[in-house]
């Protein structure tokens, strides 16, 4: 057992320092044995399982829940340096110091003599600065390298088609992307129609990419409407039930109808 008792901080540098000494504890050999045990690959699901419970949180507005799990992020992350600390690989204060060096070089509307007078100036700062300064230089025979492999192919997607933006070649307006939409699902509709398996998950990818394009277009992340969506639905979905229970109607088949009414009745209490 270790001898230790935690009392709130006051400032910033000593609530991060309380922090680390927490997780070395937990680490350490009289620590946690699920904590000792941890690798940076078995911690990478809890550190994206943070992420999208503070995106929840965010979503439904509640500050406090925020707090907690921006909290829950902060400390996966410092869990993750601590390791490479153990590791010799760097430090915490290597990592600061030097996120802290780029946002400062890439700033220098900010903190040097650039000017940008608007967001989109400043990505396009950005932009020049990362190739003339960072060597970020597009690797035509590697187009899409500087994607992760891991992301999800929903973002996937999304960031295939920032970058072929960045060629210039874009849809002209909305109704152009709509149009590609409609023209993507009738594909779905044929492929289906010719019962062919293989190539109707083709033509439904070809639907999903083109609507990911849309919300692109839009100035949407398509996995937040998504994320949105779902949980719109299971809300709907829980009333149903609910009402189900207080009329005593089973969710069967049978019921559809019935069913169908209720669903009719959720949507207006989450539209």
């Known amino acids: 057992m270790i001898d230790y008792k935690f009392t709130p901080k006051t400032n910033l540098t000593d609530a991060i320092n309380e922090l680390y000494k927490i997780i070395h504890l937990l680490r350490s050999v009289d620590g946690c044995p699920f904590d000792r045990v941890q690798t940076k690959e078995k911690s990478l699901a809890s550190l994206l399982d943070e992420a999208y419970e503070y995106l929840d949180e965010v979503n439904k507005k509640d500050i406090a829940g925020q707090r907690e799990e921006i909290g829950d992020v902060v400390w996966n992350s410092f869990f993750l340096?601590?390791?490479s600390e153990e590791n010799n690989e760097f430090t915490a204060t290597e990592v600061i110091n030097e996120i802290c060096n780029k946002m400062v070089s890439r700033h220098e509307h900010v903190f040097g003599n650039k000017k940008a007078d608007n967001p989109e100036e400043v990505l396009t700062l950005w932009g020049k600065y990362k190739e003339t300064k960072e060597g970020h230089k597009t690797d035509f025979n590697?187009?899409?390298k500087k994607i992760p492999t891991s992301l999800p192919p929903l973002e996937?997607?999304?960031e295939i088609q920032k970058k072929i933006k960045k060629t210039g070649l874009e849809f002209s307006d909305v109704n152009s992307?709509?149009?590609k939409i409609q023209e993507e699902l009738y594909e779905v509709k044929d492929?289906?129609?010719s019962n062919d398996k293989d190539n109707t998950e083709m033509e439904i990818g070809d639907l999903l990419f083109a609507t990911v394009n849309l919300a692109r277009f839009l100035g949407y992340r398509p996995n937040f409407a998504l994320n949105r969506?779902?949980?719109k639905i299971k809300n709907r979905f829980q009333t149903v039930i609910n009402l189900a229970q207080e009329r005593n109607i089973e969710l069967t088949a049978d019921n559809a109808e019935v069913i169908d009414t209720l669903w009719e009745?959720?949507?207006?209490l989450h539209k």
């Open 81 to 83: 340096i601590s390791m």
């Open 142 to 144: 590697d187009f899409f």
């Open 156 to 158: 996937t997607s999304y």
């Open 177 to 179: 992307i709509i149009d």
């Open 191 to 193: 492929a289906i129609n």
């Open 229 to 231: 969506c779902n949980e």
């Open 265 to 268: 009745e959720a949507k207006k």
